[in-house]
């Protein structure tokens, strides 16, 4: 044993403070359609779409909310908290653990997040479902969250606008997840009564019984670029119908040729797109928001740093 090397020196450095810090393992994140490795900075800066491929990659569901309101600050909604367990479910894994398991990683109680702000100006409630939570799975928990958020919206007499993402139903909940499709449908139809805007982004994936109720109740359905939107996936239909499906099938780009969604809108449009609805829907004038100098400034840096790496 080499009392040096192992005790003294180990030590020295604690105390100089010049141990060297651990890489973190997501430095650099490779995409999906071209395989090029992208660095994880520069698709931070760049809302999560991957600059050469388009390829739009999923956006954390505070950054999402941040983007959408002016300034990035908003108002967090509290949702009720839910019964944790009710049927007792165990499949490999007890239901609680896998829900223990979520909350540490996304530091959440469940899949949805909702805000209330301005976005250019105009008052707005913003909701956005995360797949980060057991693939934005839709539970009791998620039903009492969608509907609490939409009576906000009543409340507030401003426009809702909803960030879809979800793998359909929580098998753990069985039927009482199930209940949710009618419960949220009666809560959208409260927004209509209002005679408040209801607009659906449809996200990267958007199927199940998600896709079958809310997901597909909106004024105005907007998409991102090759969302995959469907109840049953195409596998599923594949093996079914023992066909092969069309190219580009269940895509959003798909979908808009055929008339389920109004428009597949970029990410960088998005929140332009959605400001120009609002405006006319609710017949108020937007206001642009631009962001203090010092902001823009920095914004202008980050891009050039990242063009500067690019390069």
Not at 52 to 72: I, N, Q, T, Y
Not at 98 to 109: E, M, N, S, V
Request: charged content about 25%.
């Amino acid at each position: 044993m080499n009392w040096i090397k192992n005790f003294v020196r180990p030590k020295i450095r604690g105390f100089l403070g010049t141990q060297k810090r651990e890489m973190p393992e997501n430095m650099w994140i490779k995409c999906p359609e071209t395989g090029k490795m992208v660095f994880y900075k520069d698709l931070e800066a760049n809302l999560w779409v991957v600059p050469d491929s388009g390829c739009h990659m999923r956006m954390p569901a505070v950054e999402r909310l941040k983007h959408m309101f002016d300034g990035g600050e908003y108002e967090e909604i509290e949702l009720p908290s839910v019964p944790a367990d009710p049927l007792k479910f165990r499949d490999s894994k007890k239901y609680v653990d896998r829900l223990k398991a979520a909350r540490t990683k996304t530091g959440r109680d469940d899949a949805i997040l909702a805000g209330a702000g301005r976005l250019d100006g105009m008052e707005t409630v913003i909701a956005v479902q995360d797949f980060e939570f057991m693939g934005g799975s839709m539970g009791m928990a998620v039903g009492e969250a969608i509907i609490t958020a939409m009576r906000e919206a009543v409340r507030r007499k401003a426009p809702f606008v909803f960030f879809v993402a979800s793998g359909g139903a929580r098998m753990q909940e069985a039927i009482l997840s199930l209940m949710q499709m009618p419960r949220t449908t009666i809560a959208v139809q409260e927004l209509k009564e209002a005679g408040l805007p209801y607009i659906v982004v449809l996200t990267h994936p958007t199927t199940g019984g998600v896709t079958a109720s809310y997901a597909m109740l909106g004024d105005v359905h907007l998409a991102e670029p090759g969302a995959l939107i469907g109840f049953a996936g195409p596998r599923v239909i594949e093996q079914t119908i023992r066909e092969k499906l069309p190219e580009g099938f269940q895509r959003s780009e798909y979908l808009l040729e055929h008339g389920m969604v109004d428009a597949v809108v970029p990410r960088h449009e998005m929140r332009a797109t959605i400001s120009r609805l609002i405006s006319v829907l609710t017949h108020q004038e937007a206001q642009p928001f631009r962001p203090p100098a010092r902001q823009r400034k920095k914004e202008a840096a980050d891009v050039d740093a990242g063009e500067a790496s690019e390069s």
